[in-house]
Nanobody, 122 residues
Framework: QVQLVESGGGLVQAGGSLRLSCAAS????????VGWFRQAPGKEREFVAR????????YYADSVKGRFTISRDNAKNTVYLQMNSLKPEDTAVYYC???????????????WGQGTQVTVSS
């Protein structure tokens, strides 16, 4: 059984920071890309960041570039999203997902976590 479990969400003031974690279990993701997505109420799920589990280049949405950092710890089977300088518009449910292909599109991701709420107050 494949599982992705997010944690680390919460309520933070604008300008603050949070670190999200995505713990993977149930299979080897070494050939997969892992992405973070978010979905705000009434909006479509959108790409935030991604990285290959095996390493290499990272990719970010323009809206988070310079503020968010995706990283991984293969020994812990965990991918992180460090979020700094948070803004109220970053408020959303954040999901991690895994895909065989490098993609910005949610539909191309095979496995999803349950999501973690991030709320940024002004």
């Amino acid at each position: 059984q494949v599982q992705l479990v997010e944690s680390g969400g919460g309520l933070v003031q604008a300008g603050g920071s949070l670190r999200l974690s995505c713990a993977a279990s149930g299979r080897t993701f070494s050939s997969y890309a892992v992405g973070w997505f978010r979905q705000a109420p009434g909006k479509e799920r959108e790409f935030v960041a991604r990285v290959r589990w095996s390493g290499g280049r990272t990719y970010y949405a323009d809206s988070v570039k310079g503020r968010f950092t995706i990283s991984r710890d293969n020994a812990k089977n965990t991918v992180y999203l460090q979020m700094n300088s948070l803004k109220p518009e970053d408020t959303a449910v954040y999901y991690c997902a895994a895909a065989r292909v490098d993609s910005y599109y949610p539909r191309e991701y095979d496995y999803w976590g349950q999501g973690t709420q991030v709320t940024v107050s002004s």
